[in-house]
């Protein structure tokens, strides 16, 4: 509860106050973007590691 009291003010809040102000469908809409974006990044660098990588 101090952390509230202590950070209220600030910039996260502000946006975590916004994001949960918006409806439910954009937020589950959002929220799976974030997912997808961090899947793909994820993959990518996978990959590029694995054609790098000298298995003989």
Do not use: C
């Not at 102000?21 to 974006?37: A, E, H, T, Y």
């Amino acid at each position: 509860m101090w952390l509230v009291d202590k950070y209220s003010q600030g910039t996260a809040y502000n946006l975590l106050t916004h994001f949960l102000s918006i409806p439910d469908w954009l937020q589950v809409v959002v929220v799976g973007m974030v997912f997808l974006l961090i899947f793909v990044v994820s993959l990518m660098g996978s990959l590029r590691i694995y054609e790098n990588k000298d298995i003989s």
